[in-house]
């Protein structure tokens, strides 16, 4: 029931001391609150619950909030990191909003030096190539290859490795000349991070890392401003159910504020003294070089870049065109005895022996770009470039690089707070009245 004014000037005169503890506990509600709504936020990686009989088929008519909820749209209740869980999507926002703003694919490639991935190429397939000769000259000219002098052989192998430069040359330059079409920054990006959600939970971690914790030390301060307004509440209205719903309006308000402030606003503004933007806005600088660092040295590597090449949408055009590349170097290789092995074994087998052989090449020449020390080598040129272009970003640009991801799913997370904050609504009213 409502008090009169004067019941609750009295009540305030005689306040029990215990009401004091409100604004604390309302304080350490807003701090655990978003503690545990940040945890649930990147935790678990994988999914944790059990599979409901019948969601599945219900899932797709339920409204889209509740389908975005993790597990919900494949049958399954339980939980799932937030962004873990939108691996793909979050690939996809760091690809378009972030990394397609910095760079092309021509570009990229350009930075991990073209002649120097030649040059690893040479000095890392070389006894492959060796090997691979002797397989297939073993299998296709088995008597031929056996009887011949270990110094024929010994040339052979001598013609092959010499060409083995300017089929590397070759096949960089090709691939230089057409990199905007056989290349896929995008989709290699949000494959990759698709694979590994732990990266994606890496760039908001260690790139926005003080501003989640902003997030939770700000439910402390936030809750006990709150708190202090709880009290008046209490007396005045002098219900039982108002400490668990000033519970769920802490639990809600803090989340919300707090993901207000890191940001916005974009642009600064001045109140007075006082110089206003958001939080990750204003770190910019710092933010870029982690940003940076993270993408190039787990991302956009040469490793992954020979990955789409070979296996993605456009890989069959690049084997051929790779193929296309080292056929004449084994016309090279082969020389004046050109003619004469055609003649004795046949033009079909010989053609067969040089499809082959270019064949295999292929992966025999990209294989060497896997090597984990040179992509450390060659992702100081991409994090140099990255660093420099996300420095200078117009602070909208910037924002961008995180922002989106949380923009569709805050919801979530603001939610959860106010769930969280209804719980510890309970705590703090059984709390204040038991003692």
């Known amino acids: ?164 430069p300017d089929i590397a040359d070759s096949v960089t330059d090709k691939i230089g000349e057409n990199v905007n079409e056989l290349l896929d920054v995008n989709m290699m990006i949000t494959n990759h991070l698709d694979e590994h959600p732990e990266l994606v939970n890496r760039l908001f971690l260690e790139v926005g890392e003080r501003e989640l914790n902003f997030i939770i030390r700000s439910g402390f301060y936030i809750g ?73 040295d787990e991302i956009v590597t040469i490793g992954n870049v020979a990955e789409n090449l070979m296996h993605g949408r456009q890989s069959d055009r690049t084997r051929k065109m790779i193929r296309d590349a080292i056929r004449p170097e084994v016309d090279r290789a082969v020389g004046l005895a050109g003619p004469f092995v055609r003649m004795t074994s046949g033009s079909e087998q010989y053609e067969r022996v040089r499809e082959r052989f270019a064949e295999e090449s292929v992966d025999k020449t990209i294989d060497p770009l896997w090597d984990p020390e040179f992509n450390d080598e060659r992702s100081t040129a991409i994090r140099e470039l990255m660093t420099t272009r996300i420095k200078a970003l117009p602070p909208e640009g910037f924002v961008e690089l995180l922002r989106p991801a949380f923009e569709e799913d805050e919801w979530m997370l603001i939610l959860l707070g106010a769930v969280l904050g209804f719980v510890a609504g309970w705590i703090q009213l059984l709390v204040v009245t038991g003692i």
Not at 57 to 86: C, F, H, T, Y
């Open 1 to 164: 029931m409502l008090l009169s004014t004067t019941q609750f000037v009295s009540a305030l005169s005689s306040v029990d001391w215990r009401l004091l503890l409100i604004p604390l506990i309302t304080g350490l509600i807003g701090y655990g609150t978003n503690w545990v709504a940040i945890r649930f936020l990147f935790r678990p990686i994988s999914f944790i619950g059990i599979r409901l009989p019948g969601l599945k088929g219900v899932a797709p008519a339920l409204p889209r909030k509740l389908k975005q909820i993790p597990g919900i749209i494949e049958g399954r209740v339980g939980w799932q990191g937030i962004i873990p869980s939108r691996s793909a999507k979050m690939g996809s926002i760091a690809a378009e909003k972030g990394v397609a703003k910095i760079a092309d694919e021509r570009e990229f490639y350009q930075r991990f030096d073209p002649d120097r991935i030649a040059t690893h190429m040479v000095a890392n397939s070389r006894e492959e190539i060796r090997e691979m000769t002797n397989e297939i000259l073993r299998s296709e000219y088995p008597q031929l290859w056996r009887n011949a002098p270990p110094q024929v052989r010994e040339l052979i192998h001598s013609r092959i490795q010499s060409q083995l």
């Open 224 to 296: 006990t401003f709150l708190g202090v307004f709880t009290i008046p509440l209490f007396l005045y209205i002098d219900e039982w159910w108002v400490l668990p719903v000033a519970g769920v309006i802490v639990g809600y308000m803090t989340n919300w504020i707090a993901l207000k402030i890191i940001f916005q606003p974009i642009e600064e503004r001045r109140l007075g003294p006082l110089r206003l933007q958001g939080l990750f806005i204003k770190r910019q600088p710092i933010a870029a070089e982690k940003y940076a660092e993270i993408v190039a």
